[in-house]
């Protein structure tokens, strides 16, 4: 759409924008927004757009489209009262603690209730707290301080295609959970933390781990030492007033070292092993013709995602474990092995730009006798909340380099922080050998880079043509994967990256965490790659004293030990069965009684209300757990009676003082008996 | 075993395998439009909607579990615990509600001794509801049981036909 | 009913039709039974038995199928739709005379054969009779003088369950005359031209927004029926549903033809099931006569009704949230634009109508734009059906021409208040609504007059209150209503309904302060203006209304503690009448306060300020002697 918009007296060009609020923000005008972000469905919801269009009066900016000649008024007095009475309204229903709250000035709530000028809040305060949803490694979800703008929603479900949060119930009962009011980690949640990227309150946090790498920092029996993930150094020094990259790397390594941790090295450095390793296994893969295409596996939100969703393409994975656990399993040999440091003693801590890293550090196959090979896992967010405890000032301090050997990269393990690096990687690798006409293969593979969802390229290598396509954002892997199940779409390997853009846009990375941020910081990264020496995995000289000193050669048996892993499925219903969960024993005695329509017919309730007054009479009433349940699909033998797991067909009431003699009694009574046995 | 009844099947699954529920997504078809009619029929089936049913739907449409919940909660048809064998609805529509059905609905709460908001008698036997206007709304107030439709009624003639009810109940159950 | 051949041309329908009406005609007498919700729920299934065996024991032949013209019987019976008046059911007409029969109970029905339907004569005690005269017919009736039939002319004498008997009055005509004669292009101008507006609430040109459909090209477009009916307190469309399901039909099909859809889905509410059920024998008449379906009449033109049905959601009215459940969603709300002119059901191109307005659609097309025009008022053309409820001695469905006052729908057609009590106000539109009071009597009820005083036509629910209904009770009433039925989506509605029923809700129980009002004001403006959808919008106005006319009640509950209109639990006191008191002392006895003293076989009395209002004393009292007031 081309024209002129009249905003607050000036004239707008509309320049293709795709709605009134973007046109508005054109023209130099900061609306305040809870529910629009670019990348997003529009849900026009929080009402803090609203502005005053000549001819139809309050309309929210987010959902209008725009149109040449319209006028518009952003602050007149009743938009103004209605944004402010919004807010109030909000407040008057928040769980206010920003002292202590983890979304503290970085807040859009507060930071709006300030801006906006709310001075007092009206209304009464609400009560009722509900539960905090803290169960899982990676995310804290407070639905009290949720204000339901419905962000964390449209994000699980447009973008990562996940969908575990979605509305619950209907008017100032909604909220916003998992399936049952049950907790992230009883669910599909694959903890890519993209939902607290983009909630504008409190209600969705990372987990700290900050105060446990305290303590492991001030233990002198621990050694401390701390990986640092590419992607960090693109988004760190968007936090501090310093350029950003090598240099803001430089400069963080300073910093840990000021905090206390023993050594500094660089996650990258495991990404080239990542890269040598998977290419073999590639290259193998592609010469024995099997297993193709080939998935990327060092995200771990997308490994999970595959677990529960694709579990028939988990051979497709390749078996490499992520850089993180790679790391973690070669430096607690390594340490064990050249720094007689005893694994238990050894304390390594990741610093990543990613949620999911957390969950993924405490799989059981990354635990070795009770000690995980990663002992935290910290976000950008809480490195920089860390430095900002101990009172460091980035800025002001020199620069320093990471340590030997794993402190030593090439850039193509610095790319793997963007949406694209593996694949690169791996393709530089792969090429490398290729270039028998004398030309020296391309070091850049331009293709593949950028933040969009969904990107293909193919490339010839000697004589056969590879296929690739390069995915960010899970819903573009679960179209590609529906495409490669129809047979429609054919390739030989396939990078998936949970968050759009990769890595720099990871649930761990500081806010504000939008395309623009991402933008950037995908530039800072291969800034990074352009200024190193070696761009080629396989050049990485400590890489290859790894391979001489202790893995052999690619895929060798111990390599296999260290650097490679296996999956399991997650799916939750396999077949046409559900995996319905044990019934619970306790020391009550369970009772269920069908009150599905056939046993309902048959005189269930009788049945029912009967067992519960004999129950009575008995005086067991305390030791049986009477249910009313669901068919048990047993309705020719209608009505029906479980007690503890045995199904009874036929309990008609005229039965049930026999029954309940014979059957449920003794059940009882055995059941109470042992309790106070136990006693 | 003693008593006549048979063993049909026992451990924790129990050999449940949604045939019933199989039978009605085909019915309707799995898409995510036929979720609402799908859920209806479920519920006529079963009085209620059990979590391991919606969890099932959710699947074999291919929709997350956390949307067919939120569809299940918005609605309110739908309930997410079993309801009682008897269904007594109070109208509360405006045309109801100024013919002074408040005493109506304290009679019925009264009778069946249901208070803080809970519905269904600890007898699984009646399930009270409020719901707002049924269409007959020119007879007001309105009551309905086991779809029978109560107009221009009063507190007496409910408690005698909720009495009435459980007579008959009971009556039966002494067969 | 006896199967009958597809219609493969309007000639063929043509001939139907007159084969029907020799049929009808062939029937010296016919029985109709009310079969409304209405009269079911009073007893009419009883009745239609009872006079099917009194037919029976007087060996009065009875035809099966009243279409068979074979059978030599000449007297039918079975049920009508509603003809409105409700309250004074079971109805039980018969025709040709048109007897209207009120209060029919079963053992009536003896008589009615013998004196009606064998002696021809009217059985005057069953005539409706309002104290003074009893009235023969129902045009006779005081409630059906003034009123004009244009909607529901057939609705109560066309059996709803025989597509026969509609096809008789015309029925599928219009469909006909659509298809062979028009364009859809002139179907749209037609429509335009007889003005009429949206029954559904907002009164939109039906003409225009079919037209905004029309021309949007789409490989598939849909045709939706509002039949939601959330108005509680509103049963029009109900009663159409219920009594003429196949205008509804016709009223679709013909605008599937005019925007070029072939598929249309009614949204039922579930709390309907007479509706429902009524609606799928029609919709399956209709397919087996070839006049919905595959190749209408023989033409081209094919369209197919679906019926969803509602799952409990006042919300889904609106039209975004109507298309949402559709597509199996939680019914929120969407912004628009985009309309669903543009990107409705599934995206595609969608018009959304009520069921009045559908119903109204086939009238229009027979009988011209002009003919509708002539009803009603220029800028509000033909007629509107409104569910009168509340303290007014008529209660039921009426029908008058747009533009007839407050005044005439309370006191001529509703006869005044029930009660004796001094009239208060009316509620127009139900929970979205305003309250009109005794300044309107004289304002007409039609879309603009409506909103120029704030109020609005809405789904047509009126409700009589007198003067013992307190206003800021009902504004607390209709509050809960809205605030249980928001979808919870924006934060204005969301939280601004529940923060304004907390505040009425205050008031109401005596623990209102002054700055609630200002508060409770400011939040109904801001609620009203920053709603994403209508519901929000919508949803202070009670509020808004009360406040403006019945302020003083508000500072009356504030100020000076007191109900005006005496309803407000909060403000009663318990007392004992001292003529009514035996001194019995029982009171004094379950009294938990000990609030009551008094010697035995002298007059008790309550001690106010001890008092804590728990009503043991006037459970208690044998006597009648514990008031509340
Ligand atoms: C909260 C709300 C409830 C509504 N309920 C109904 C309803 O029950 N029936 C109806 O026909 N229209 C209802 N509407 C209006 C519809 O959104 C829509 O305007 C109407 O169906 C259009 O049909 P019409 O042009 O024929 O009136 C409602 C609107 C709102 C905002
Ligand atoms: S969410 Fe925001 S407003 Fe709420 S406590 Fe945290 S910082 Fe404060
Ligand atoms: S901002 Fe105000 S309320 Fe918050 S900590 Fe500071 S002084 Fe206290
Ligand atoms: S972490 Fe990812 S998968 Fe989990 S709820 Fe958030 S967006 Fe969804
Ligand atoms: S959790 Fe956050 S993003 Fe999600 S709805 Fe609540 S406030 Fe919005
Ligand atoms: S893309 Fe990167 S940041 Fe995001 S979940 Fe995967 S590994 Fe973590
Ligand atoms: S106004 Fe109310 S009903 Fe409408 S979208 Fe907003 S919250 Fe939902
Ligand atoms: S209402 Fe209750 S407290 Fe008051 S006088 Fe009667 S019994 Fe006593
Ligand atoms: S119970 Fe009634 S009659 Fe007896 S003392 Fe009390 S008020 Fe008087
Ligand atoms: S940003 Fe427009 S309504 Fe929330
Ligand atoms: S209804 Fe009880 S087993 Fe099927
Ligand atoms: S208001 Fe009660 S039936 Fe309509
Ligand atoms: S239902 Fe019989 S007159 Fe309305």
């Given at each position: 759409m081309e024209g002129y918009i009249t905003i607050d007296g000036a004239q707008t060009p509309i320049n293709g924008c795709k709605n009134l609020l973007e046109v508005i923000r054109a023209s130099g005008i900061e609306l305040p927004t809870f529910c629009y972000h670019s990348e997003l469905s529009v849900y026009g919801a929080c009402r803090m757009c609203i502005v005053d269009i000549d001819g139809r009066g309050i309309q929210a900016s987010c959902s209008t489209p725009p149109e040449d000649g319209m006028v518009v008024r952003t602050h007149t007095e009743q938009v103004m009262k209605i944004r402010r009475m919004a807010l109030e309204l909000l407040l008057a229903n928040h769980h206010g603690n920003c002292q202590t709250c983890g979304k503290n000035t970085q807040c859009k709530l507060q930071e709006l209730a300030q801006k906006l000028g709310v001075k007092n809040v009206r209304f009464d305060e609400v009560n009722d707290v509900l539960p905090i949803d803290d169960l899982n490694q990676s995310l804290v979800r407070d639905p009290n301080k949720c204000i339901l703008c419905g962000d964390c929603v449209r994000m699980c479900k447009e973008v990562q295609g996940v969908g575990v949060l979605d509305f619950v119930g209907r008017g100032s009962d909604v909220r916003v959970s998992p399936a049952f009011g049950k907790n992230l980690n009883e669910v599909e949640c694959v903890y890519c933390g993209q939902c607290a990227s983009v909630c504008p309150t409190g209600a969705l946090i990372i987990k700290s781990q900050t105060e446990k790498v305290w303590k492991a920092i001030n233990d002198p029996s621990k050694t401390v030492i701390v990986q640092v993930a590419p992607a960090v150094r693109a988004a760190i020094a968007q936090s501090y007033d310093i350029a950003g990259g090598e240099h803001a790397m430089a400069k963080t390594v300073t910093a840990l070292r000021r905090i206390g941790f023993d050594k500094v090295y660089d996650t990258s450095f495991t990404a080239d092993l990542t890269t040598v390793e998977e290419a073999t296994e590639f290259l193998d893969r592609v010469a024995k013709g099997e297993k193709l295409p080939q998935f990327t596996s060092c995200c771990p939100a997308w490994v999970k995602y595959a677990e529960q969703f694709y579990p028939d393409y988990l051979a497709n994975l390749s078996s490499c474990k992520s850089p993180q656990q790679m790391f973690g399993s070669l430096a607690k040999q390594y340490f064990a092995d050249h720094e007689g440091v005893k694994r238990e003693d050894l304390y390594v801590v990741s610093i990543m730009p990613c949620t999911a890293k957390k969950f993924e550090a405490t799989r059981p196959e990354f635990v070795v006798d009770g000690d995980p090979d990663i002992n935290a896992v910290l976000s950008t967010q809480e490195l920089i909340s860390m430095i900002d405890e101990a009172g460091i000032r980035v800025s002001n301090l020199a620069p320093e380099s990471m340590d030997l050997p794993f402190g030593f990269k090439t850039g193509a393990g610095i790319i793997f922080g963007t949406s694209g690096g593996v694949a690169e990687a791996v393709l530089r690798l792969a090429s490398a050998g290729t270039s028998e006409d004398g030309k020296p293969a391309p070091t850049e593979f331009r293709d593949v880079r950028g933040l969009e969802g969904l990107k293909e390229a193919s490339v010839t290598l000697g004589d056969r043509t590879i296929k690739l396509a390069v995915l960010s954002g899970l819903s573009n892997a679960r179209e590609v994967l529906a495409r490669l199940q129809s047979g429609e779409a054919d390739y030989d390997i396939i990078e998936v990256m949970a968050c759009r853009g990769g890595c720099i846009g990871g649930g761990g990375q500081p806010l504000p965490n939008d395309m623009a941020a991402r933008e950037e910081r995908k530039a800072t990264i291969y800034d990074c790659d352009a200024i190193l020496p070696l761009h080629n995995a396989a050049d990485n000289p400590y890489i290859k004293e790894c391979y001489s000193t202790l893995l052999q050669k690619p895929n060798s048996s111990i390599a296999h030990k260290l650097l490679h892993t296996g999956y399991r499925s997650r799916r939750r219903i396999e077949g046409e069965d559900l995996d319905l969960s044990e019934t619970k024993t306790g020391e009550k005695t369970p009772v269920s009684v069908c009150i599905g329509t056939n046993c309902y017919l048959r005189g269930s309730y009788d049945t029912l209300r009967k067992l519960i007054d004999k129950a009575r009479e008995a005086g067991l009433a305390g030791a049986i757990d009477f249910k009313a349940t669901f068919c048990f699909e047993k309705c020719k033998a209608s009505p029906n009676v479980q007690v503890g797991d045995t199904i009874y067909g036929g309990i008609t009431p005229d039965k049930i003082d026999e029954f309940f003699e014979n059957t449920i009694k003794p059940a009882a009574q055995g059941a109470s008996d042992a309790e106070t046995l136990e006693v | 075993m003693a008593q006549s009844a048979v063993l049909t099947d026992s451990g924790p699954k129990a050999g449940r395998n949604f045939s019933r529920v199989q039978e009605i997504i085909k019915d309707y078809g799995a898409t995510e439009s036929a979720l609402i009619p799908i859920l209806q029929k479920v519920q006529d089936e079963y009085r209620y909607l059990p979590e391991e049913i919606l969890t099932f739907v959710a699947t074999a449409l291919d929709i997350p579990p956390a949307t067919v919940y939120g569809v299940a909660t918005f609605y309110a048809q739908f309930s997410l615990e079993p309801k009682g064998k008897h269904i007594i609805k109070c109208c509360d529509g405006t045309a109801c509600h100024v013919r002074k059905n408040q005493t109506i609905i304290n009679a019925i709460e009264q009778r069946l001794n249901l208070s803080d908001g809970r519905q269904t008698t600890d007898d699984h036997r009646f399930t009270f509801e409020i719901v707002s206007c049924i269409g007959a709304c020119a007879l007001a107030p309105a009551v309905v049981i086991d779809g029978r439709v109560y107009g221009q009624t009063t507190p007496e003639r409910i408690v005698a036909a909720i009495d009435e009810i459980e007579e008959a109940d009971k009556a039966e159950a002494a067969q | 009913?006896?199967?009958?051949?597809?219609?493969?041309?309007?000639?063929?329908?043509?001939?139907?039709?007159?084969?029907?009406?020799?049929?009808?005609?062939?029937?010296?007498?016919?029985?109709?039974?009310?079969?409304?919700?209405?009269?079911?729920?009073?007893?009419?299934?009883?009745?239609?038995?009872?006079?099917?065996?009194?037919?029976?024991?007087?060996?009065?032949?009875?035809?099966?199928?009243?279409?068979?013209?074979?059978?030599?019987?000449?007297?039918?019976?079975?049920?009508?739709?509603?003809?409105?008046?409700?309250?004074?059911?079971?109805?039980?007409?018969?025709?040709?005379?048109?007897?209207?029969?009120?209060?029919?109970?079963?053992?009536?029905?003896?008589?009615?054969?013998?004196?009606?339907?064998?002696?021809?004569?009217?059985?005057?005690?069953?005539?409706?009779?309002?104290?003074?005269?009893?009235?023969?017919?129902?045009?006779?009736?005081?409630?059906?003088?003034?009123?004009?039939?244009?909607?529901?002319?057939?609705?109560?004498?066309?059996?709803?369950?025989?597509?026969?008997?509609?096809?008789?009055?015309?029925?599928?005509?219009?469909?006909?005359?659509?298809?062979?004669?028009?364009?859809?292009?002139?179907?749209?101008?037609?429509?335009?031209?007889?003005?009429?507006?949206?029954?559904?609430?907002?009164?939109?040109?039906?003409?225009?927004?079919?037209?905004?459909?029309?021309?949007?090209?789409?490989?598939?477009?849909?045709?939706?029926?509002?039949?939601?009916?959330?108005?509680?307190?509103?049963?029009?469309?109900?009663?159409?549903?219920?009594?003429?399901?196949?205008?509804?039909?016709?009223?679709?099909?013909?605008?599937?033809?005019?925007?070029?859809?072939?598929?249309?889905?009614?949204?039922?509410?579930?709390?309907?099931?007479?509706?429902?059920?009524?609606?799928?024998?029609?919709?399956?008449?209709?397919?087996?006569?070839?006049?919905?379906?595959?190749?209408?009449?023989?033409?081209?033109?094919?369209?197919?009704?679906?019926?969803?049905?509602?799952?409990?959601?006042?919300?889904?009215?609106?039209?975004?949230?109507?298309?949402?459940?559709?597509?199996?969603?939680?019914?929120?709300?969407?912004?628009?634009?985009?309309?669903?002119?543009?990107?409705?059901?599934?995206?595609?191109?969608?018009?959304?109508?009520?069921?009045?307005?559908?119903?109204?659609?086939?009238?229009?097309?027979?009988?011209?734009?002009?003919?509708?025009?002539?009803?009603?008022?220029?800028?509000?053309?033909?007629?509107?059906?409104?569910?009168?409820?509340?303290?007014?001695?008529?209660?039921?469905?009426?029908?008058?021409?747009?533009?007839?006052?407050?005044?005439?729908?309370?006191?001529?057609?509703?006869?005044?208040?029930?009660?004796?009590?001094?009239?208060?106000?009316?509620?127009?539109?139900?929970?979205?609504?305003?309250?009109?009071?005794?300044?309107?009597?004289?304002?007409?009820?039609?879309?603009?007059?409506?909103?120029?005083?704030?109020?609005?036509?809405?789904?047509?629910?009126?409700?009589?209150?007198?003067?013992?209904?307190?206003?800021?009770?009902?504004?607390?009433?209709?509050?809960?209503?809205?605030?249980?039925?928001?979808?919870?989506?924006?934060?204005?509605?969301?939280e601004g309904t529940r923060r304004m029923l907390d505040i009425l809700t205050r008031i109401v129980s005596g623990r209102g302060k002054v700055e609630d009002i200002d508060l409770l004001e400011e939040l109904a403006l801001t609620v009203r203006d920053g709603s994403l959808c209508g519901l929000g919008k919508s949803a202070p106005n009670p509020v808004i209304s009360t406040l403006k006319h019945f302020r003083d009640e508000y500072l009356a509950h504030i100020v000076d503690g007191v109900c005006p209109a005496g309803e407000c639990d909060a403000f009663k006191t318990y007392s004992i009448i001292e003529e009514k008191c035996r001194g019995c002392g029982l009171c004094a006895k379950k009294c938990p306060a000990d609030a009551i003293s008094g010697e035995i076989k002298k007059p008790y009395v309550i001690n106010a300020d001890l008092c804590i209002k728990c009503g043991a004393c006037a459970d208690a009292c044998k006597f009648e002697a514990v008031t509340l007031g």
């Open positions: - | - | 009913m006896t199967p009958f051949a597809k219609l493969n041309s309007p000639s063929e329908l043509d001939a139907l039709k007159r084969k029907a009406i020799s049929a009808i005609s062939g029937c010296a007498t016919r029985v109709l039974v009310c079969g409304g919700t209405g009269c079911m729920a009073s007893g009419s299934p009883k009745v239609l038995e009872a006079l099917q065996s009194a037919l029976e024991k007087h060996s009065v032949p009875v035809r099966a199928d009243i279409m068979n013209e074979e059978d030599e019987a000449a007297i039918s019976i079975g049920y009508s739709g509603c003809p409105g008046y409700c309250q004074v059911g079971p109805i039980v007409r018969i025709l040709p005379a048109d007897y209207f029969y009120t209060h029919v109970k079963p053992e009536d029905a003896e008589e009615i054969v013998t004196q009606t339907v064998l002696g021809g004569q009217p059985v005057q005690r069953l005539l409706f009779n309002d104290g003074s005269e009893s009235y023969a017919t129902r045009d006779d009736l005081p409630f059906y003088k003034d009123q004009v039939n244009v909607v529901l002319a057939d609705c109560g004498v066309v059996e709803p369950g025989d597509i026969r008997d509609y096809i008789s009055r015309d029925g599928y005509r219009a469909l006909a005359e659509a298809l062979y004669g028009l364009t859809p292009e002139a179907v749209v101008a037609e429509v335009t031209e007889s003005g009429l507006r949206g029954r559904g609430g907002a009164g939109f040109s039906t003409g225009r927004k079919w037209g905004f459909t029309q021309v949007v090209k789409s490989d598939k477009k849909y045709v939706v029926c509002n039949a939601d009916e959330g108005d509680p307190g509103a049963f029009m469309d109900e009663s159409i549903m219920e009594g003429n399901p196949h205008a509804l039909l016709e009223g679709m099909a013909i605008a599937g033809y005019a925007i070029g859809a072939d598929e249309g889905y009614i949204y039922v509410r579930a709390e309907y099931p007479l509706a429902i059920e009524r609606l799928r024998t029609a919709i399956s008449q209709a397919e087996q006569a070839g006049l919905l379906g595959d190749r209408i009449l023989g033409g081209p033109f094919s369209f197919h009704i679906r019926i969803k049905e509602g799952a409990g959601a006042f919300v889904c009215g609106e039209e975004t949230a109507l298309i949402s459940s559709i597509e199996g969603q939680r019914g929120m709300p969407r912004p628009k634009p985009p309309f669903p002119a543009n990107s409705g059901l599934w995206g595609k191109p969608t018009v959304v109508n009520n069921v009045e307005t559908f119903a109204n659609v086939s009238k229009i097309i027979l009988n011209g734009a002009e003919w509708f025009r002539s009803f009603g008022i220029e800028s509000s053309p033909g007629t509107k059906v409104f569910a009168l409820t509340g303290d007014v001695v008529n209660t039921g469905l009426i029908e008058v021409p747009m533009g007839t006052t407050v005044g005439d729908v309370v006191f001529k057609i509703g006869g005044g208040i029930r009660t004796g009590k001094a009239f208060k106000a009316v509620q127009i539109g139900g929970p979205s609504g305003a309250c009109l009071t005794e300044e309107h009597l004289d304002l007409p009820l039609d879309y603009d007059s409506l909103r120029s005083v704030g109020a609005m036509v809405g789904s047509g629910g009126l409700v009589v209150m007198d003067e013992s209904t307190c206003m800021v009770e009902i504004a607390r009433f209709f509050m809960s209503f809205t605030q249980k039925e928001s979808c919870g989506k924006c934060v204005l509605c969301r």
